[in-house]
């Protein structure tokens, strides 16, 4: 009796689906953070680890889901496509998030309401396909497999840009460059600024394998 398989999907599955968590706690608490007399840049650093982190997470799970899905699934130049696309989406909106926070002209018409809203929404957007694509992935490729994906979305995320880059390339060798040389001017400007970038959520083993659960005498361990 092995227990690796079922952990390994879990480990994949529980990743995406904590990160996604910790990414929407940040959001609301951005969100409802206001500026006052003594704190007059409190919501910039409200703002700036949910940007930070999302970002990272965006370039994180095109690099390391996209191409799985393109190995591994039915249409899956398709599904890697798509989350391309929602995520140029996503940054997009946290694009217009960071020029309303630092006062820009452009979107200084446009209520912090509508920010929130296309922000909540795109980020909605991208979890929905990143969970569908653990979901497939978890039928579709071996559970050592998604295990190491677990493992290399982690190590990837503390490796990508800090900040939105809605107009470079996301797939393929031009995407793998392209955020090469946004990590660079992101790290130097993130240093400049003094700007605190969080940790993201490292795979942890959230549920019981086979053999524990066997142990345990886990009910719902099928036969």
């Known amino acids: 009796m092995n227990d690796s398989p079922e952990t390994g ?9 904590q990160t996604h968590a910790v990414l929407h706690a940040r959001m609301r608490s951005a969100e409802t953070c206001r500026p006052t007399r003594d704190r007059p840049r409190a919501a ?7 940007l930070a982190s999302t970002s990272r997470h965006v370039a994180a799970a095109n690099a390391v889901l996209a191409p799985a899905a393109r190995r591994h699934l039915d249409h899956g130049h398709r599904r890697a496509h798509e989350l391309a696309r929602q995520s140029r989406r996503l ?7 960071k020029a309303k926070l630092y006062g820009s002209t452009f979107v200084v018409r446009r209520p912090w309401s509508s920010i929130w809203e ?11 396909l990143e969970l569908r694509l653990v979901d497939d992935l978890a039928g579709a490729a071996s559970a050592d497999e998604c295990g190491h994906l677990a493992q ?6 503390r490796r990508v840009p ?7 390339p996301h797939r393929g060798v031009p995407g793998r460059l392209a955020r090469g040389v946004a990590l ?5 400007w993130d240093t400049a600024e003094g700007r605190m970038v969080p940790e993201p959520v490292r795979p942890r083993r959230t549920r019981d394998g086979r053999v524990a659960r066997y142990l345990l005498a886990d009910p719902h361990l099928p036969e």
């Open 44 to 50: 910039l650093s409200a703002a700036d680890p949910f």
């Open 118 to 128: 296309e922000v909540e929404r795109e980020l909605a957007g991208i979890r929905s």
């Open 162 to 168: 800090t900040r939105p880059h809605p107009y470079l």
């Open 91 to 97: 940054e997009v909106a946290l694009v217009q998030l």
């Open 184 to 188: 660079r001017v992101d790290r130097f």
């Open 9 to 17: 999907v879990d480990t994949l599955a529980d990743t995406v689906t």
């Open 152 to 157: 290399r979305l982690y190590r990837t995320e």
